[in-house]
């Protein structure tokens, strides 16, 4: 079986695939290394597949446009054990793959290319890229996955073919370099960092890569993928600092300095509160459907608030909470009766009329997700009855 496919993604790169091609099969024949140079062609109009012929590559056509849907459909039609992609503009050198290969061979599931170890050479990457893009978005990502990487994008890297076919990728787009990252670190593969040199591109024209556009959309599959960074985090900070500024200020006003907060921060207090507690349910929901459909791994803890939660007992809390907001509201009623429903003092009212309504939301709302919860339970891979 051939051990090693060098992989590289193609749309119309007819300046430079010829010495991207011949720098790998060059280097296969000096390293010995039993392997083949495969072009997941992109839908090129420049030639760029007959190029790719005549220096000996094998070529897979790829209907489906991106970036990712080129390396999926490479990898499919890989023949290696082991598979090293990389671009074909000519940023790599597929003339110094030894490294990636001992990784490998030495029982690395993926081996990334770490351009900032490497070397980044005069006008090879963008400013913008290289001192905001790129280190942002690997912080990110060993952030939000303790990823211990520090080159997230590096377009060079080398994996084992049967353990990414594995993971079941399914991006398309330039996010792809992400996911592979992501998926493989939660399937707690074996992840190992090489140096690599990145020189200017050999093409006279502009990269397809859209800084701000791919720039999203890299960080957007961040964030879907890790919901406790995007849901829960943020949302227990505003529920927790929401409702105990509104405990405070239902009180009276409070003063900090010069400043005083009053009853329009209670409004404020009391809607950071709502939203937070819909963060964090949101947050649930998201894992929990996530797992059972395989975008996420087995979760233990998940296992255990799942075990422990019983739909009649989110009932009965959520009942209670809106039995308090009930009692609460009834207050603000006979306070106004003993008025003789007439005008009361608006600020004084506000500090048990909001107090009442949240109440209401976040027990109406808990009763809600509590039903919610009990539906996706019914999934077999989450018990949650």
């Known amino acids: 079986m051939t051990e090693l496919t060098i992989l590289m993604p193609c749309l119309n790169e007819a300046e430079t695939?010829?010495?991207?091609?011949?720098?790998?099969?060059?280097?296969?024949?000096?390293?010995?290394?039993?392997?083949?140079?495969?072009?997941?062609?992109?839908?090129?109009?420049d030639g760029s597949q007959a190029?790719?012929?005549?220096?000996?590559?094998?070529?897979?056509?790829?209907?489906?446009?991106?970036?990712?849907?080129?390396?999926?459909?490479?990898?499919?039609?890989?023949?290696?054990?082991?598979?090293?992609?990389?671009?074909?503009?000519?940023s790599y050198d597929f003339g110094s793959l030894d490294p990636f290969v001992a990784e490998l061979r030495n029982g690395a599931d993926i081996v990334m290319g770490n351009r900032f170890q490497g070397?980044?050479?005069?006008?090879?990457?963008?400013?913008?890229?290289?001192y905001l893009g790129?280190?942002?978005?690997?912080?990110?990502?060993?952030?939000?996955?303790?990823?211990?990487?520090?080159?997230?994008?590096?377009?060079?890297?080398?994996?084992?073919?049967?353990?990414?076919?594995?993971?079941?990728?399914?991006?398309?787009?330039?996010?792809?370099?992400?996911?592979?990252?992501?998926?493989?670190s939660l399937a707690e593969f074996d992840i190992r960092e090489v140096p690599t040199v990145l020189r200017?591109?050999?093409?006279?024209?502009?990269p397809h890569l859209?800084?701000?556009?791919?720039?999203?959309?890299?960080?957007?599959?961040?964030?879907?993928?890790?919901?406790?960074?995007?849901?829960?985090?943020?949302?227990?900070?505003?529920?927790?600092?929401?409702?105990?500024?509104?405990?405070?200020l239902t009180a009276g006003d409070v003063t900090v300095g010069s400043v005083t907060f009053s009853v329009n921060t209670l409004v404020y207090a009391a809607a950071a509160t709502i939203i937070g507690f819909q963060a964090v349910t949101f947050a649930l929901f998201t894992k929990?459907?996530?797992?059972?459909?395989?975008?996420?791994?087995?979760?233990?803890?998940?296992?255990e608030v799942a075990g422990r939660f019983r739909l009649e007992r989110g009932l009965a809390a959520g009942a209670l909470i809106l039995l308090i907001g009930l009692a609460v509201g009834v207050v603000s009623l006979v306070r106004w009766r003993s008025e003789g429903f007439g005008e009361l003092?608006?600020?004084?009212?506000?500090?048990?009329?909001?107090?009442?309504?949240l109440g209401l939301i976040l027990g109406t709302s808990t009763v809600l997700a509590s039903f919610f919860l009990s539906i996706l339970g019914m999934d077999k891979t989450i018990s949650m009855s």
């Open 134 to 184: 790129n280190p942002v978005l690997s912080f990110i990502g060993r952030r939000f996955f303790g990823i211990k990487v520090g080159d997230f994008h590096c377009g060079l890297r080398g994996f084992r073919r049967d353990r990414v076919e594995g993971l079941g990728l399914r991006a398309t787009g330039m996010e792809f370099a992400s996911e592979m990252v992501v998926r493989a």
């Open 288 to 303: 929990i459907y996530a797992v059972a459909k395989g975008f996420l791994p087995h979760d233990t803890r998940l296992d």
């Open 51 to 90: 190029i790719a012929a005549e220096h000996g590559a094998r070529v897979v056509d790829v209907p489906a446009r991106g970036y990712g849907a080129a390396l999926q459909a490479g990898i499919t039609a890989a023949h290696g054990t082991y598979v090293i992609m990389g671009d074909a503009d000519d």
């Open 17 to 45: 695939l010829a010495v991207c091609i011949t720098k790998a099969r060059g280097w296969l024949d000096d390293s010995g290394v039993d392997g083949e140079v495969l072009i997941a062609d992109n839908g090129s109009t």
């Open 210 to 248: 859209r800084t701000w556009h791919d720039g999203w959309r890299h960080l957007r599959f961040l964030l879907l993928y890790s919901p406790r960074w995007l849901f829960l985090i943020p949302g227990l900070f505003l529920f927790v600092g929401g409702l105990v500024a509104t405990l405070a």
């Open 345 to 357: 003092n608006t600020a004084r009212q506000l500090r048990v009329v909001i107090p009442a309504a």
């Open 119 to 130: 070397g980044i050479m005069p006008g090879a990457m963008p400013p913008l890229h290289r």
């Open 200 to 206: 200017p591109d050999g093409r006279s024209r502009a």
